[in-house]
């Protein structure tokens, strides 16, 4: 199933194929574990956010539609706000730290993984240090210490509509830059 894409998958597991179910997991397992890990630096709670995403593929709670972007993104970002959903549950409001700040991570499972890692987390930096300074505030405040938008807008003193458009300026200047290195924006 190496090379089916993700959405012919995603279509599968919707008919209850469990080799293709089982393939999204082992694609995607990794990705949004450490994903999860990053904002909740808590295992059990990464843990949490895994299982959570993919019982919501099993049981169609959550619909992907193609034309609204690519798997891997919708992913990450149903990650992204059962995370944060989790912090607030468990009362647990630590600021994160940007990737610049890794030192938490949790360790790769192999060598390639982790020079792999390095490689993605240098372009991403790069990326975001290529953006204008409010943008760059935005995009951590939103991406990697989990503010809303409206707590943005207000922590910033600027309307929403402004913190809206600079979150997608941004993302578009980040996809733009990834794409230019020949690396994808996830």
Not at 96 to 101: H, T
Request: charged share 35%; proline share 1%.
């Amino acid at each position: 199933m190496v090379d089916i894409d993700d959405a012919a998958l995603y279509k599968r597991s919707l008919q209850k194929d469990k080799i293709a179910f089982e393939a999204l997991y082992d694609r995607y397992e990794k990705l949004l574990y450490s994903f999860a890990y990053k904002m909740t630096r808590d295992e059990s709670l990464a843990e949490e956010v895994v299982q959570d995403i993919f019982l919501k593929l099993w049981n169609e709670a959550e619909k992907y539609d193609e034309s609204k972007g690519k798997f891997s993104s919708w992913l990450l970002t149903m990650a992204r706000f059962k995370a944060i959903d989790l912090i607030r549950k468990n009362k647990r409001h630590e600021h994160f730290e940007l990737l610049e700040k890794d030192d938490a991570r949790q360790p790769a499972a192999s060598a390639a993984e982790e020079v792999e890692w390095q490689e993605e987390r240098s372009s991403i930096l790069a990326a975001v240090k290529q953006l204008k300074k409010d943008q760059q505030k935005i995009i951590d405040l939103f991406y990697f210490k989990g503010l809303s938008q409206q707590n943005i807008s207000n922590q910033c003193e600027i309307p929403l509509g402004t913190v809206k458009g600079r979150i997608r300026l941004a993302l578009k200047h980040l996809r733009d830059h990834m794409s230019a290195e020949g690396r994808d924006l996830q």
